[in-house]
């Protein structure tokens, strides 16, 4: 625990003494206050203010940001020879592992923590407005709720297959753009149901639509329902890269 | 404080190390010597626990280093050859951080104590990245001191250095012996001979020799050298032949301005070859041993080995 908790504050202060980490911090933030920006002006007067479209932004984001930020876990440690040195601290590689996890989700976490900045806007438009137009109803606060929390645990995921790919490589360009690649795929796996079904048949698309990262949020915490077995996947999803990650660092004393 | 026995270890189809063995007392200074490629730093990572062996044993200050694998990390400080350091950090926030992790009681004051050790604490909150490769060297050697292990283990310490650097560590090394067992690899063999107590000769996963330096030179049988240098009508060819008449020589041969004479078994012919000197009508200028260095040792136990291999 005291070794988590130690390679956890490293890696989450490391993140901010390097540049990336607040360039991605402020595309993010830029990217998804623009879709904001438009999706009020939409809306305006016409459909209630939506408090999610932040999220999904945000979640769409991440498959492209997450491996930016994770990719550097272990190929970095890898390359610098640091690794060896980790590897010979009386520590076990899961710690290792489990902390440096925790410390990048824990960026992502501030990261998410920020966006609530959106929330506060559209809460003082909506209930400070002093004419409410039938239209402009109550901010629906369940779908924020449910989908803070949902997109959390997703981008727990998302980190998680990131420090996999990072652990596999020491050249940090082909963890990034591998864990890219497969984050993308399990994110639009669930459109494969869209393909008629002389193409993909139902069951491959089902299969598909099961394993995809984004159907795990975007009908249940979204819509501000919280089901157990959504917190299962993306809690398995974690534990089963985690658990991989740390066979893949042992291996290392193998190689 | 080490100990190896019979260690294997193979990567795919290659053996790296054919079955070593030796030891190390508390307070030596042991020096693993072998030209590159070795396998010197593939015992030094089994010694620390980054890799398990194929076969054999290796103990640390008692502990199994694949048994309680980290019961013996704690007691080993290691600076392996590509010295660890993150750039990004200070020189103090790594370093407190490698306490945090070695699990190092008032992390604050051991720091500060380790920097001035390696004589650091005046770039304590440099980044590692802007301070000089000789720095870094000295950096990652706090790191290996920070819990003040029983045991340090040294891959190439010195290598990258410039000679006023290697001069320093190489002194620092020694001072290191009242309270560490030490054990660093080279393949610089003035370096072994300079500050160890014993010296390990490993070449292609073989350990060819091991000994003290004084006595590895015995053990080989190399004898003793004395340079004469002598002024009169005789020319160098001429001193040589006269030499080497004299009982106890083995050969002489003119060297430089003068003649090295080798000597058998060790025997003092000193005063004799004086003498002959002097017999002779010459005016005997200069008389001094001349040691024998390990790179002669070296070479006569690898390419010994690589005759026999080659048989």
């Not at chain 1, 999803?237 to 290392?252: G, N």
């Not at chain 2, 604050?108 to 004589?119: F, I, M, S, Y």
Request: net charge neutral; hydrophobic share 45%; with cysteine.
């Amino acid at each position: 625990m005291r070794n988590i908790w130690t390679v956890f504050k490293r890696e989450l202060r490391q993140y901010f003494v390097s540049p990336i980490a607040y360039l991605v911090m402020f595309a993010v933030l830029l990217l998804i206050g623009l879709n904001f920006n438009t999706d009020l002006q939409d809306r305006a007067n016409f459909e209630p203010a939506d408090g999610t479209v932040v999220l999904s932004t945000f979640a769409f984001l991440m498959v492209f940001f997450a491996p930016l930020l994770t990719m550097r876990l272990f190929a970095e440690e890898t390359r610098e020879g640091t690794l060896e040195l980790m590897l010979t601290m009386p520590i076990r590689d899961h710690e290792l592992v489990i902390g440096k996890f925790l410390g990048a989700w824990a960026f992502y976490s501030i990261m998410l923590l920020v966006t609530l900045v959106y929330q506060g806007i559209l809460l003082s438009l909506t209930n400070f407005d002093p004419s409410p137009s039938p239209l402009q109803s109550e901010l629906d606060l369940g779908p924020i709720i449910g989908g803070y929390i949902g997109i959390w645990l997703f981008s727990g995921a998302t980190i998680a297959i990131g420090m996999f790919f990072s652990a596999m490589t020491e050249n940090q360009i082909i963890a990034g753009f591998l864990s890219m690649a497969v984050l993308f795929i399990l994110w639009v796996g669930d459109l494969a149901g869209l393909l008629p079904a002389s193409i993909v048949s139902t069951r491959v698309a089902e299969a598909l639509r099961v394993i995809s990262l984004q159907s795990h949020y975007s009908t249940s915490f979204l819509e501000g329902v919280i089901r157990p077995e959504d917190v299962y996947f993306y809690a398995g999803v974690m534990f089963i890269m985690l658990f991989v990650t740390t066979r893949l660092v042992e291996s290392r004393r193998w190689r | 404080m080490i100990e190896v026995q019979n260690l294997v270890k193979k990567y795919g189809e290659f053996t790296a190390l054919h079955g070593i063995s030796f030891k190390a007392r508390e307070g030596e200074i042991l020096g693993f010597l072998g030209p590159n490629g070795a396998g010197k730093t593939t015992t030094m990572r089994i010694l620390t626990g980054f890799m398990p062996p194929t076969s054999g044993v290796a103990k640390v200050a008692g502990h199994d280093i694949f048994e309680e694998s980290l019961a013996a990390r704690e007691k080993i400080g290691y600076l392996p050859e590509t010295v660890p350091l993150y750039p990004d950090m200070t020189v103090q926030g790594y370093l407190e951080f490698m306490a945090e992790l070695r699990h190092v009681p008032e992390r604050k004051k051991r720091t500060q104590e380790v920097l001035q050790l390696v004589g650091m604490d005046h770039r304590a909150k440099s980044l590692i990245r802007s301070i000089s490769k000789g720095m870094r060297q000295r950096v990652g050697l706090a790191q290996s001191l920070i819990h003040n292990p029983p045991v340090l283990i040294l891959d190439e310490p010195t290598i990258g250095l410039d000679p006023a650097q290697v001069a320093d560590l190489r002194s620092f090394i020694r001072d290191l012996r009242t309270q560490h067992t030490v054990m660093f690899s080279t393949h610089i063999l003035s370096e072994a001979e300079q500050i160890c107590d014993r010296v390990v000769i490993i070449n292609r996963g073989q350990i060819v020799a091991q000994g003290a330096p004084r006595e590895l030179r015995s053990k080989l049988n190399l004898g003793s050298r004395i340079y004469v240098e002598a002024r009169g009508r005789a020319d160098q060819k001429a001193l040589a032949n006269t030499l080497s008449k004299v009982q106890g020589v083995k050969f002489a041969e003119p060297y430089q301005n003068g003649v090295v004479v080798n000597v058998k078994d060790n025997k003092d012919v000193r005063p004799a070859l004086a003498a002959a000197v002097l017999e002779n009508g010459l005016e005997l200028l200069e008389l001094r041993p001349v040691a024998i260095t390990l790179e002669e040792i070296f070479l006569e136990v690898t390419t010994a080995l690589g005759a026999e291999e080659d048989a």
